[in-house]
Each structure stands twice: as C-alpha cells, then as structure tokens.
T-cell receptor
Framework: EPEVTQTPSHQVTQMGQEVILRCVPI?????FYWYRQILGQKVEFLVS????????KSEIFDDQFSVERPDGSNFTLKIRSTKLEDSAMYFC???????????FGDGTRLSIL | DQQVKQNSPSLSVQEGRISILNCDYT??????FLWYKKYPAEGPTFLIS?????DKNEDGRFTVFLNKSAKHLSLHIVPSQPGDSAVYFC?????????????FGKGTKLSVKP
C-alpha cells in the first residue's frame, strides 16, 4: 500500500538554526499538509498546500515557516530560525481530491537545543 | 478552545468485547469526521470516516455513528482484539472534506486485554 514517507526521523538542531523537514507524499495525491504535535498535546494543523500554493494556514504558521514542493515528489517544511518551542513531532499528510482521508507519515521528531 | 473533545483519556476492554470510543464537537460547520489510530513512534493511521449527510458508516469490525443534533460521534470496534490497543483520535473538518485542515481531539488510549 502506498505511504507517505518523512525524513529524517529525528532532527536535533541548535536554537536559531534553520531546519528543513522532508516529505514524499503518496504519488497521485494532490493535497499536502503539515501538522505538529508538541509532547502531551493535540495534533495541530500548520498548513495545507494545493496546486503549488498555500491554500490554508494556521496562526502557528508564521513568517518563520515556509513550504515548498521543489519537484514532482518532495514536499518540504522549512523553519528559518528555530526556537525552543518548535520542538515537536512534525507530521506530513497527503490526500486525493474530494471526501478522501488524509494519510500521514510517521513524523519527524524535531528537538531544539 | 476545544472544538473536538474526547473526554475519556483511556479505555480498557476485554478481548472479544465491544469497544466504544466517544467524541464530541462544538462547531456546527464541521461536515466530515474521521477516526485515526496511532501506535507509538508512528503517524496516525486512517481508520474510517463519515460525512455529515450520513449517520452511520461501517467497515469490517469498525463502525462510526454520527449524531448531528447532539454533535456527537462514536467509534465501535467489534470484536476487539489485542492488536487494536493504540491511541484513537477523532478529527473533524469543516472545509468540504479532506481539502480542509483537520481539528483533532486529544485521543483515547484503548487497551484490549487478552
């Protein structure tokens, strides 16, 4: 069964450094998402992406965050200057059009020191 | 602001019995609801969904019921198996299905005892 893959599984970064989290969505999917889960808290929506542009973003997704689909397969989340509070599990998801479910990757654990 | 609430943090059930997981929501604009299962160190795995035009959807051992007037949905697992032990998340969307962002509950940890 096709799946969403995320790399790396764990990223440790110094505060203030830039970090790029990578995702390969399911190949025929059209909608792409990033979510995060801070330890002990809910899974929270960050951003959705369709037709090469952001379709929706949350309050969390400020100017420090950006997303890109640099080629036909990868979908990346960049955090320009990381803060301690950015430490979380980051999940990528993708979906087909219409009333189809979002499928999630296994996440990247981001630890900011 | 908890738009999606799962009030039971944990549930323990005997193998072979029914597991019932509950979820309440406050936003009447939600029109698509999903249940996900999550094992440690893995991402959420889609289980079953329901749109607001239905009140029941069934897939094998899993059935989701939606009561719009009560803003309540539930997931029934029959019969429960030890492999069903995981955290179950309820999620809702109000933007026309999967295109919209999902609002998640805090999850219910299900333990199925052999």
């Amino acid at each position: 069964e096709p799946e969403v893959t995320q790399t790396p599984s764990h990223q440790v970064t110094q505060m203030g450094q830039e970090v790029i989290l990578r995702c390969v969505p399911i190949s025929n999917h059209l909608y792409f998402y990033w979510y995060r889960q801070i330890l002990g808290q809910k899974v929270e929506f960050l951003v959705s992406f369709y037709n090469n542009e952001i379709s929706e973003k949350s309050e969390i997704f400020d100017d420090q965050f950006s997303v890109e689909r640099p080629d036909g397969s990868n979908f990346t989340l960049k955090i320009r200057s990381t803060k301690l509070e950015d430490s979380a599990m980051y999940f990528c998801a993708s979906s087909d059009s219409g009333y189809q479910p979002q499928h999630f990757g296994d996440g990247t654990r981001l630890s900011i020191l | 602001d908890q738009q999606v609430k799962q009030n039971s943090p944990s549930l323990s059930v005997q193998e072979g019995r029914i597991s019932i997981l509950n979820c309440d929501y406050t936003n009447s604009m939600f029109d698509y609801f999903l249940w996900y299962k999550k094992y440690p160190a893995e991402g959420p795995t889609f289980l079953i969904s329901i749109s607001s035009i239905k009140d029941k959807n069934e897939d094998g051992r899993f059935t989701v019921f939606l009561n719009k007037s009560a803003k309540h949905l539930s997931l029934h697992i029959v019969p429960s198996q030890p492999g069903d032990s995981a955290v179950y998340f309820c999620a809702a969307s109000g933007s026309g299905g999967s295109q919209g962002n999902l609002i998640f509950g805090k999850g219910t940890k299900l333990s199925v005892k052999p």
